[in-house]
Nanobody, 128 residues
């Protein structure tokens, strides 16, 4: 049984920063991708960023490029999301997700169905 535990959410003013963390524990496994999604009230859950285990390459949604940085510690099965220059529209519940599939080529998973395990979510609220 795999568990993902997120932390680091909270309330911040526009222009501020937050750092989210997500630690994966449980069965012995080496997740291929560890990433983040978010879901705002009344909206679909959307892809934010993901990080490949081999090589550490990161992939981002266009709306966070230049503001958010994803990183991971493979030894700890932990992924981080550094969020800078936050905007009110970044307000959402942020979910950590893990994909255990190793893909050939340069495919980077950005769809909900790509991911096998999910955290419980952490609220991020950005005030104007």
């Amino acid at each position: 049984q795999v568990q993902l535990v997120e932390s680091g959410g909270g309330l911040v003013q526009a222009g501020g920063s937050l750092r989210l963390s997500c630690a994966a524990s449980g069965s012995t496994f080496s997740p291929s991708f560890m990433g983040w999604f978010r879901q705002a009230p009344g909206k679909e859950r959307e892809f934010v960023a993901t990080s490949r285990r081999n090589g550490g390459k990161a992939y981002y949604a266009d709306f966070v490029k230049g503001r958010f940085t994803i990183s991971r510690d493979n030894a700890k099965n932990t992924v981080y999301l550094q969020m800078n220059s936050l905007k009110p529209e970044d307000t959402a519940v942020y979910y950590c997700a893990v994909d255990v599939t190793y893909y050939s080529g340069s495919y980077s998973p950005s769809q909900r169905y790509d991911y096998d395990y999910w955290g419980q979510g952490t609220q991020v609220t950005v005030s104007s």
